[in-house]
Structure formats: C-alpha cells, structure tokens
C-alpha cells in the first residue's frame, strides 16, 4: 500500500474544471505526511507506537519497511473503522482522474470535514470520497488530501456546487 502511495510523489495533478463557464484550476500533490490519515491511522487510538507517533513521515518509511505491519494494526479493537479505507486505498487515483468535482459546503452535508474540494466517483454501491484543502493560504490553487473514505450514501455529494472536468 506504501509502494502504491509513493507512485504519487512529485507528480503535481493539474486540474481544470468548469460550471457554466466559471472556471477553477488547481493542483494537487501528495508526500508521506498525508498517508497517516489518508489510511485512517489516527483512528486507532488504543496503537500508542501508531497514534502517538510526530513524525509521520517517519512513521510512512517504518510502514515502507516493514516495521508497522497491517498484523500490527489489525490488534486495534479499532480496526473495522480503518478497512474500508485500507480496501478502497488502491482506487485513490482513480478520484484524480474523474470528470466531476465538488465544490464543497460542509453546511450542505452537515459535516464537520474542514475541506474546499471533494472528488468523489461511484463504485457499484459505494462511494470513494477525497476531500482536499490549499496548502497554504498565500496560494489557495494548490491542494492537498485531508480525508479518503467510503460511504454508501450521498451524503457528502447532495446540494454540493458541481464543476465539470472538460475531457
């Protein structure tokens, strides 16, 4: 799964899209620190050597290497929160390279998630959801993933502002 996530580095996703001839562009990009959450890691609180853990980046190259294994954290009575990120993981790119984008109102969803953008897409019954937010605030066209999960529901995506990626 970490082999998978480092085939992300150091490639920025431009990213055009468009609603009634208003027109957004940005770019994302990802490094190790994002995988914690992205997998769900900090929800497993009762792992002190995973949720205590600064470092993440560090904690990224001991998964790398085989030092936290999913043996490991399967010990977590908090496992069943995590799987589904952990099974759905490998389609996180597929989120990158779909023609709709959300512009997103956590008010709308009734959420607590601090995010600009949502990429979602649907899959069978499920769907994949990335929400994103600017890396910083001197430049609010580039982002970076704050949350990857599944959901069986709209929730997320109903009364959102829609934007098309022109393909």
Not at 59 to 86: A, D, M, P, T, W
Not at 91 to 101: A, T, V
Request: charged residues 25%; aromatic residues 14%.
């Amino acid at each position: 799964m970490c082999n998978f996530f480092k085939n992300f580095f150091h490639i920025d996703y431009q990213i055009t899209a468009e609603k009634n001839n208003k027109e957004i562009e940005f770019t994302v990009f990802f490094n190790e620190d994002h995988f914690h959450h992205l997998i769900g890691l900090h929800k497993l609180v009762d792992l002190p050597n995973i949720i205590g853990v600064k470092n993440k980046r560090a904690q990224f190259h001991n998964i790398l290497e085989g030092e936290v294994s999913y043996e490991s954290i399967s010990k977590s009575y908090y496992i069943s929160e995590v799987e589904e990120r952990l099974n759905w993981f490998h389609r996180l790119e597929s989120l990158l390279q779909n023609e709709i984008i959300i512009k997103f109102d956590k008010r709308k969803s009734y959420s607590s998630i601090q995010a600009t953008l949502l990429l979602y897409k649907k899959l069978d019954c499920v769907y994949l959801h990335l929400f994103l937010n600017p890396f910083n605030d001197k430049n609010r066209n580039i982002l970076i993933p704050c949350s990857f999960f599944s959901s069986e529901n709209n929730k997320y995506i109903a009364k959102q502002e829609v934007y098309n990626v022109p393909l």
